[in-house]
C-alpha cells in the first residue's frame, strides 16, 4: 500500500536544520536498497527498533506541482490495527545524513514537522490468495525453520508468507545493524581523537585532561544525528553541543611562565 512520506520544497528538521526537500527525495528514491528495507517504527526511535513492518519500494510523484515521496509500506498486523483505530493518525519521515530513507514513524499525539500529507488511508487486510509452499523466496533457514520436504503438500496463505519474509528480513537487518555499529564506533573514535588533537594544538585542552579520561568521555555521548522531520525534538545532540561548548572556551593560560 502506497502512502505519502515527504513533501518536497523547503523543509526544517526536528533539530530545527533546513534541507531542500526535493534533493531529500531524489536520494531517497535513488539511494533505496531492497537489501535493507527501512523498518515502520513507533515515533522516531535512536535505536531505529522494534520494527512494526518495512518500506518495500518508494517512488516520487508531482501533485499540484509539489514533489511527493510515497512509501510502499507492509505493516504487521499490529500496527495495522493501531493505524486503523485512529491511535495513530500521522506518519513522519527519518532519513540519513546521505539522504537514504531511515524508516517511516508513525505518530500518535507529536505532530510531524511537514504538513500538508494526505491523510493515512486504512490499512487492508490484504488478498488471502492461497499458494504452495515452494513459490515462497527469503524463507528463513535455521534449524527452527519448519522442514519444506514435509509440506510437499501443504498450503500456505499470505499472512504465512508474510511473517516468513518478515523474520527473514530481522535476521538480515540484525546483521548489517552490528556491522554499522562497528563502523560508526571506529569513525566516532577516530573523530574524537583528531577533535582532541586539534584542541590541544588550538591550546584550549590541555593534553593531560585527554589523557586523563575527556576522549573517553566524548565518545559516550550522543553523536547520532538523523535528518527526521517531527516536532518536538531536541535541537542539538549531546556530542554537539560539548564540542560547540570547547571551541566556545578562550585559551588556557601557561602559569609556569608567569614571573
Not at 214 to 220: R, T, Y
Amino acid at each position: 500500500m502506497w502512502i505519502e512520506i515527504f513533501k518536497g520544497g523547503r523543509q526544517t528538521d526536528g533539530f530545527g536544520r533546513e534541507h531542500d526537500g526535493d534533493q531529500l527525495i531524489d536520494a531517497a528514491v535513488d539511494l533505496f536498497d531492497e537489501k535493507n528495507l527501512p523498518p515502520l517504527v513507533l515515533g522516531h526511535p535512536r535505536d531505529n527498533k522494534p520494527a512494526y513492518g518495512w518500506v518495500n519500494r518508494v517512488k516520487s510523484v508531482i501533485k499540484g506541482g509539489v514533489k511527493l515521496l510515497l512509501a510502499d509500506v507492509a505493516p504487521v498486523e499490529a500496527l495495522r490495527g493501531w493505524v486503523n483505530g485512529k491511535l495513530y493518525t500521522n506518519r513522519s519521515a527519518a532519513f540519513h545524513p546521505d539522504g537514504r530513507l531511515l524508516h517511516v514513524g508513525f505518530l500518535g499525539g507529536r505532530a510531524p514537522a511537514v504538513k500538508g500529507l494526505a491523510p493515512l488511508p486504512e490499512f487492508g487486510e490484504g488478498g488471502e490468495a492461497i499458494v504452495s509452499f515452494d513459490k515462497v523466496e527469503d524463507i528463513d533457514h535455521s534449524p527452527h525453520a519448519v522442514n519444506s520436504a514435509n509440506l510437499e503438500h501443504r498450503m500456505f496463505t499470505a499472512a504465512d508468507i508474510a511473517e516468513a519474509k518478515f523474520q527473514a528480513r530481522i535476521k538480515v537487518l540484525g546483521e548489517f545493524a552490528k556491522a554499522e555499529a562497528v563502523r560508526k564506533k571506529t569513525a566516532r573514535e577516530e573523530g574524537v581523537k583528531s577533535f582532541c588533537e586539534a584542541g590541544v594544538k588550538a591550546g584550549k585542552l590541555a593534553p593531560s585532561w585527554v589523557s586523563g579520561g575527556l576522549a573517553m568521555f566524548m565518545e559516550q555521548l550522543p553523536a547520532d544525528v538523523p535528518i527526521q522531520f517531527c516536532d518536538g525534538t531536541d535541537k542539538k545532540t549531546p556530542a554537539v553541543w560539548f564540542r560547540e561548548f570547547i571551541e566556545w572556551i578562550p585559551k588556557l593560560v601557561d602559569i609556569s611562565k608567569i614571573g
